[in-house]
């Protein structure tokens, strides 16, 4: 599985944004798939996670996760944004339910969140 995350960018602490993370490769949609993100000088930390089918989720409340598996895509609703919430964030792949970052084998690029106060 190949994946890349995008939709990240620049918004006022109270705002919304919404990350997008796109896979190839027949496995996608059978996979566990999760968000994590990593702040400077901090460790990267689960954010969220959702099964194959999309019936089940772990995301904090200002958070949503989603997925389109005919479109092969995850996405991250992130509203009532914080300055904590400043980070890379990344999209990843498993196979296991998971929130730990070593069991996921997949891995996207990251995109970049800044949220100004």
């Known amino acids: 599985v190949q994946l890349q995350a995008s939709g990240g960018g620049l918004v006022q602490a109270g705002g919304s944004l919404r990350l997008s993370c796109a896979a190839s490769?027949?496995?996608?949609?059978?996979?566990?798939m999760g968000w994590f993100r990593q702040a400077p000088g901090k460790e990267r930390e689960f954010v969220a996670r959702?099964?194959?089918?999309g019936g089940n989720t772990s995301v904090s409340g200002r958070f949503t996760i989603s997925r389109d598996n005919a479109k092969n895509t995850m996405y991250l609703q992130m509203n009532s944004l914080k300055s904590g919430d400043t980070a890379v964030y990344y999209c990843a792949a498993s196979t296991r339910w998971s929130t730990e970052a070593k069991f996921y084998r997949y891995w996207g690029q990251g995109t970049q969140v800044t949220v100004s106060s």
């Open positions: 490769g027949r496995t996608f949609s059978s996979s566990v």
């Open positions: 959702i099964n194959w089918s």
